[in-house]
């Protein structure tokens, strides 16, 4: 049983960080990609962020470039989020997800095992 669980979710005031990790179990990271996806209120899911657990490539949203960055630890089977300058319209639901093979992509219908979600809200 493939499981993700996200987790460091918050209430952050504007310009402020969090980090967010999706801790994998049932399954090596290193085999698979892992993509974090975002769903504001009232807004469609969207794709934030993937990596390739084996090769550590990555693709970045440009809603999020050069503010939020994606990494790994293998050894610890995580993936984590860091999210630096966040804005209010960063408020949304954050989940994980996964996927096999090396396509590095943010489609989410092929993403096919997904964390719970993890609440982070932008707010004064």
């Known amino acids: 049983q493939k499981q993700l669980v996200e987790s460091g979710g918050g209430l952050v005031q504007p310009g402020g960080s969090l980090r967010l990790s999706c801790a994998l179990s049932?399954?090596?990271?290193?085999?698979?990609?892992v993509g974090w996806f975002r769903q504001a209120p009232g807004k469609d899911r969207e794709g934030v962020s993937c990596?390739?657990?084996?090769?550590?490539?990555?693709v970045v949203a440009d809603s999020v470039k050069g503010r939020f960055t994606i990494s790994r630890d293998n050894a610890k089977n995580t993936v984590y989020l860091q999210m630096n300058s966040l804005k209010p319209d960063d408020t949304a639901v954050y989940y994980c997800?996964?996927?096999?093979?090396?396509?590095?992509?943010?489609?989410?219908?092929?993403?096919?095992?997904w964390g719970q979600g993890t609440q982070v809200t932008v707010s004064s």
């Open positions: 997800a996964s996927k096999s093979g090396v396509s590095l992509h943010l489609q989410q219908a092929l993403y096919t095992d």
């Open positions: 049932g399954f090596s990271l290193a085999y698979y990609t």
């Open positions: 990596i390739d657990g084996g090769s550590g490539g990555t």
